[in-house]
């Protein structure tokens, strides 16, 4: 069994380190590319510190949502999105929905959704 980490403390390292910004700026709600200012290539250094500091593989197109807009074009079912993002609460996918044509979606809970998923899977 994994030790009890603070999974929201360490992605805010990662993004306080990563973002060049200061803690009391993020929030579980907070969206990294919408409020954190965050571009393509933080995302990639992001994951890469995340998989440092909490020792997993992170897959990225699950935890940041790349693929989502894709999925949105192909289908834009809750069940086709719920699929595809098993890690997500349904509140959370209805909210997607309902904001993606206001840009990117990602919030600092999605990633902590994920990992803590990722998590749980492991420890089966």
Known sequence: ????????????EALVEILDIE????????YI????GAESIDILELSVSLNSKLKLKIKDD????RKLRHYLKENRSFNYIRDKYPHLSEERISEILYDV??????KVKDIISYIEWHFTRIDL
């Open 1 to 12: 069994m994994r030790e009890k980490i603070n999974i929201f403390e360490k992605v805010c």
């Open 101 to 106: 044509e206001n840009g990117p979606v990602l």
């Open 33 to 36: 590319f919408r409020e954190l």
């Open 62 to 65: 699950e935890i940041f949502l």
């Open 23 to 30: 803690p009391y700026e993020i929030t579980i709600e907070s």
